[in-house]
């Protein structure tokens, strides 16, 4: 059975770092991209990073250069690293599992709230 737990979110002030995790258990680890979406309320989960299974990155154009992904494949576990938080970075934010970076997700996390205050 596939199942991804996210943890790390939390509250944060403006500027403050934040970093997520996602372990994934079932055998698709290797196989799959990992990625990190966000949703805010009213609004359509977006994709945030992407890590393929080769280690290339993806990052949307308004976390570039904030947010950092990586993956530990001894570990199964994916990671996100948010500094210079914004307020606009508050969301749910949610691991997926597809065949590649930027394809529509197979499985997903439960999600994890990020809350970023001003």
């Known amino acids: 059975q596939v199942q991804l737990v996210e943890s790390g979110g939390g509250l944060v002030q403006a500027g403050g770092s934040l970093r997520l995790s996602c372990e994934v258990s079932?055998?698709?680890?290797?196989?799959?991209?990992m990625g990190w979406y966000r949703q805010a309320p009213g609004k359509q989960r977006v994709l945030v990073a992407g890590v393929g299974t080769n280690g290339v990155t993806d990052y949307a154009s308004s976390v570039k250069g904030r947010f950092t992904i990586s993956r530990d494949n001894a570990k199964n576990t994916v990671y996100l690293q948010m500094n210079s938080l914004k307020p606009e970075d508050t969301a749910v934010y949610y691991c997926?599992?597809?065949?590649?970076?930027?394809?529509?997700?197979?499985?997903w996390g439960q999600g994890t709230q990020v809350t970023v205050s001003s």
């Open positions: 079932g055998s698709i680890f290797s196989t799959n991209a």
């Open positions: 997926a599992a597809a065949r590649f970076i930027r394809a529509t997700p197979r499985y």
